[in-house]
């Protein structure tokens, strides 16, 4: 299906807002973009000087010129007065209640973020997406990392990080596809309904190829609740295109079924997935996202806008057979004390956590370390896992829920958590950081709480051992 785009309206010389800079480069990616349009920028953010300063300084040259003014600690009506167009973050909750957006919406403003602006820069370039509660970065990495060793000339953006927006204005030549890992809330900007409201066209995006890891329970705190939340899942299913569906635990399908029994869903298992080569990634669920991979791979090369070319499904196997994972997701940092160290900060759904657990042998010698911003959803099967293991470590908001009866259980805060866990533990354990919560009450973000676990592990006693330096 073709998106229908509505037109922008002219921006130079033209007042343009963005709401929310944020630290993943798609702010940034649309304030570069739009100011190259010739408009003046005005970004607002309720967050510090201080804690935007990175962002800041990334924009220094166009903050020098005047064509980007930042206002930080703040978001009023102010900001998006007279804006011909008002780029929201994904990360803004419900932004149909928002009254900045609606007030801008209503003064005529289109209303938009950056993966739409990079998806309509982009139109015609074919695309596949990938979506998912958990598994999704991992997936669309490996998708990406495959294709280009079979000779396919990709982009990879949207929630992985960076902007499109910036590969699309310094570059002269486009790819052959676009792999696109998007959240729940880019894919309910880029439907239908958020296309219209906001004013950026007159049907939904979809993807050429969609691909679709699990869906569980999340991120009830931005959509109100489940049925809009997998309602917006289910953008990734383009009309007409293939559709690649990972295998859904059947129990959770029944307990999500039980909270959205009419909205669209999806076969446990439509399609016979490959079977994936030896990998470097641990855990049966890397397994499976191998294989989704290797399937998405096979549907691009066969998808008619791969035909002609000549492709290798040899090469993007071997490729994805090396993959050696992403940063905070379980990550190995380091053995203590012959106790080893995985950094899983990624983890922020409860299925997530469960499935770091799973990846390894015995739970028996696992120290987990959980908990976090609380997101609204039932924490109630990580605390269930707590039986099974050498320790569980509650930490944030959540801790109080997730917190078993033990003194040492209830932690509080990370470096409590790593040092009552280390203490504890023995050579051969495993110290799993899996939180299954979102980082926000305590941390920036994920990869701020991967690090300063990482920090804590090298700076305990004895000496943390790198990851590089251990047999493997």
């Given at each position: 299906?073709t998106?229908?785009?509505?037109?922008?309206?002219?921006?130079?010389?033209?007042?343009?807002?963005?709401?929310?800079?944020?630290?993943?480069?798609?702010?940034?990616?649309?304030?570069r973009?739009?100011a190259?349009?010739?408009?003046?920028?005005v970004?607002?953010?309720?967050?510090?000087?201080?804690k935007?300063?990175?962002?800041?300084?990334?924009?220094?040259?166009?903050?020098?010129?005047?064509?980007?003014?930042?206002?930080?600690?703040?978001?009023?009506l102010?900001?998006?007065?007279?804006?011909?167009?008002?780029?929201?973050?994904?990360?803004?909750?419900?932004?149909?209640?928002?009254h900045?957006?609606?007030a801008?919406?209503?003064?005529?403003?289109?209303?938009?973020?950056?993966?739409?602006l990079?998806?309509?820069?982009?139109?015609?370039?074919p695309?596949?997406?990938?979506?998912?509660?958990?598994?999704?970065?991992?997936?669309?990495?490996?998708?990406?990392?495959?294709?280009?060793?079979?000779?396919?000339?990709?982009?990879?953006?949207?929630?992985i990080?960076g902007?499109?927006?910036?590969?699309?204005?310094a570059?002269?030549?486009?790819?052959?596809?676009?792999?696109l890992?998007?959240?729940?809330a880019?894919?309910?900007?880029?439907?239908?309904?958020?296309?219209?409201?906001?004013?950026?066209?007159?049907?939904?995006?979809?993807?050429?190829?969609?691909?679709?890891?699990?869906?569980?329970?999340?991120?009830?705190?931005?959509?109100?609740?489940?049925?809009?939340?997998?309602?917006?899942k289910?953008?990734?299913?383009?009309?007409?295109?293939?559709?690649?569906?990972?295998?859904?635990?059947?129990?959770?399908?029944a307990v999500?079924?039980?909270?959205?029994?009419?909205?669209p869903?999806?076969?446990?298992?439509?399609?016979?997935l490959?079977?994936?080569?030896?990998?470097?990634?641990?855990?049966?669920?890397?397994?499976?996202?191998a294989?989704?991979?290797l399937?998405?791979i096979?549907?691009?090369?066969?998808?008619?806008?791969?035909?002609?070319?000549t492709?290798?499904?040899?090469?993007?196997?071997?490729?994805?057979?090396?993959?050696?994972?992403?940063p905070?997701?379980?990550?190995?940092?380091?053995?203590?004390?012959?106790?080893?160290?995985?950094?899983?900060s990624?983890?922020t759904t409860?299925?997530?956590?469960?499935?770091?657990?799973?990846?390894?042998?015995?739970?028996?010698?696992?120290?987990?370390?959980?908990?976090?911003y609380?997101?609204?959803v039932?924490?109630?099967s990580?605390?269930?896992?707590?039986?099974?293991?050498?320790?569980?470590?509650?930490?944030?908001?959540?801790?109080?829920?997730?917190?078993?009866?033990e003194?040492?259980?209830?932690?509080?805060?990370?470096?409590?958590?790593?040092?009552?866990?280390?203490?504890?533990?023995?050579?051969?354990?495993?110290?799993?950081?899996?939180p299954?919560?979102?980082?926000?009450?305590?941390?920036s973000?994920?990869?701020?709480?991967?690090?300063?676990?990482?920090s804590?592990?090298?700076?305990s006693?004895?000496?943390m051992h790198?990851?590089d330096?251990?047999?493997?």
């Open positions: 299906m998106t229908r785009w509505a037109p922008l309206p002219p921006l130079r010389g033209a007042r343009a807002a963005v709401l929310g800079l944020g630290k993943f480069g798609g702010s940034a990616g649309a304030i973009w739009l190259a349009q010739g408009a003046h920028v970004v607002s953010d309720k967050a510090s000087a201080t935007l300063a990175p962002g800041i300084e990334a924009l220094a040259d166009l903050i020098g010129s005047g064509q980007v003014e930042v206002r930080a600690g703040q978001q009023d102010g900001d998006v007065d007279g804006a011909a167009i008002v780029v929201a973050s994904a990360a803004v909750p419900m932004p149909w209640q928002n900045l957006l609606d801008a919406r209503r003064a005529g403003s289109i209303v938009t973020t950056e993966i739409t990079a998806l309509r820069e982009l139109d015609g370039i695309s596949l997406a990938v979506t998912g509660s958990a598994g999704k970065s991992t997936t669309t990495s490996l998708i990406h990392h495959g294709l280009q060793a079979a000779g396919v000339a990709t982009w990879i953006g949207g929630n990080g902007s499109l927006l910036d590969l699309a204005r570059s002269t030549t486009r790819p052959d596809w676009l792999v890992e998007l959240s729940s880019q894919l309910w900007w880029l439907g239908a309904e958020a296309m219209a409201w906001g004013g950026m066209g007159s049907s939904a995006w979809s993807p050429s190829i969609g691909v679709l890891t699990n869906v569980a329970p999340n991120h009830v705190d931005w959509h109100g609740s489940i049925r809009h939340y997998v309602a917006s289910a953008g990734i299913v383009p009309p007409h295109g293939p559709a690649l569906l990972s295998t859904q635990d059947q129990a959770l399908t999500l079924r039980r909270h959205v029994d009419d909205a869903w999806w076969p446990v298992d439509p399609t016979r490959p079977e994936p080569p030896p990998l470097c990634l641990p855990g049966t669920h890397n397994q499976r996202n294989a989704l991979a399937a998405a096979e549907a691009v090369l066969a998808h008619p806008a791969s035909r002609g070319a492709h290798s499904m040899a090469k993007a196997t071997e490729a994805i057979s090396q993959f050696r994972g992403l905070h997701r379980l990550e190995l940092v380091g053995e203590v004390g012959g106790v080893r160290c995985y950094n899983d990624k983890s409860p299925g997530s956590a469960r499935l770091a657990v799973a990846s390894f042998v015995d739970p028996g010698r696992i120290h987990l370390i959980v908990g976090g609380d997101k609204g039932d924490l109630g990580i605390r269930e896992l707590a039986p099974q293991l050498a320790g569980l470590y509650a930490i944030g908001q959540t801790g109080p829920t997730l917190a078993m009866s003194p040492w259980s209830h932690c509080g805060t990370l470096s409590v958590a790593v040092e009552r866990s280390l203490d504890r533990a023995h050579a051969g354990d495993i110290l799993l950081l899996s299954g919560c979102a980082s926000w009450d305590q941390f973000d994920f990869e701020a709480r991967g690090e300063a676990f990482a804590l592990c090298r700076s006693r004895p000496r790198r990851a330096t251990i047999p493997s």
